[in-house]
């Protein structure tokens, strides 16, 4: 009896190994499955027009761009890398974020390059808000909202090129406008659109565009630099006209704009309401 319970214990024991080396190679496969469909995320030819307009929408929340500051590391990618890895794949976590982009750069070294640097010049350069806060009327402020690319009429059909930001006290030359980064003035002057306008180019190569100006602070000219916080002009509700100085054909506002050109020296505008929300509690205190 005892030897017969022997040679069933005996012969268990390769059931059980089989059964191991079963359950081992099932899970193997699954992961090596799950690790090729994850590779071939970026092994398939890279689509540069939707990469493209995923950036030019900016659609990133504040809440996930402080995420992705918290993230950097002195020796690994900074924010704007993932910011990049976020628009191309739309994962949010910092190990997965941290293996898409070392493949991207594997198999898209020049792409990548090309789109942090896009994201850099975007997002380096703001410092402040472009409008003030009143010190002294605290009830005139002013509000926006994700307006980029909305239907506009005026010179033919065409989407909105920026974001407006409206002022509640609806009165031309009230509101101050400083500039939200250091730069040069690259274009001012009149435009049928714009009103009167003014573009500051930032260190990293973003225009940054403020439209509808009532006045400017001073006799500004392209080349001129100026610094973040300096004042360069009033909120107005100028343009709409081919005739210089018309006002008085919408409410009192800012149109804020950034462009950027592409590798082919193209000017292309992006979603600025983002990078408003980020600036949006960084606003210079003023008696106005």
């Known amino acids: 009896m005892q030897a ?11 059931i ?8 081992t190679a099932v899970i193997f496969d699954i992961l090596l499955i799950t690790h090729i469909r994850d590779e071939a995320k970026t092994l398939v030819r890279l689509d540069e027009e939707l990469l493209m307009q995923s950036l030019r929408n900016q659609q990133v929340d504040l809440e996930l761009y402080e995420q992705f500051i ?20 739309e994962l949010t976590e910092k190990d997965a974020l941290d293996r898409q ?12 390059e090309r789109y942090y640097n896009y994201e850099k010049a975007i997002w380096s350069n703001l410092e402040l808000f472009p409008v003030a806060e009143s010190i002294n009327n605290p009830s005139e402020t002013v509000a926006f909202e994700d307006s980029w690319m909305q239907s506009r009429t005026f010179g033919g059909d065409r989407g909105h090129e920026g974001c407006d930001i409206m002022a509640s006290f609806n009165v031309r030359g009230h509101y101050p406008i400083f500039s939200v980064c250091d730069g040069v003035v690259e274009k001012i002057g009149w435009l049928p659109q714009g009103g009167y306008r003014i573009g500051v ?5 973003a225009y940054f565009y403020y439209a509808h100006l009532y006045d400017y602070a ?11 916080g300096e004042l360069l002009g009033f909120m107005g509700d100028s343009g709409y006209s081919e005739i210089e100085g018309t006002v008085g054909n919408f409410a009192v506002h800012l149109h804020f704009g950034i462009y950027l050109n592409d590798e082919n020296g193209e000017e292309f505008s992006v979603n600025s309401y983002a990078p408003l929300k980020y600036l949006e509690t960084r606003k210079k205190k003023c008696i106005f």
Not at 16 to 23: A, E, G, S, V, Y
Not at 101 to 112: A, N, V, W
Not at 201 to 205: D, I
Request: without cysteine.
């Open 4 to 14: 017969r319970f022997m040679k069933e214990k005996r012969s268990f024991f390769p």
């Open 16 to 23: 059980l190994f089989f059964q191991i080396l079963f359950f």
């Open 70 to 89: 918290s993230y950097e590391e002195a020796d690994g990618y900074d924010r704007y890398a993932y910011l990049f890895g976020y628009l191309y794949s």
């Open 101 to 112: 982009i070392r493949r991207f750069i594997k198999r898209y070294p020049t792409e990548y």
């Open 201 to 205: 180019r930032g260190s990293n190569g």
């Open 218 to 228: 001073k006799d500004f000219v392209p080349g001129d630099k100026v610094v973040t």
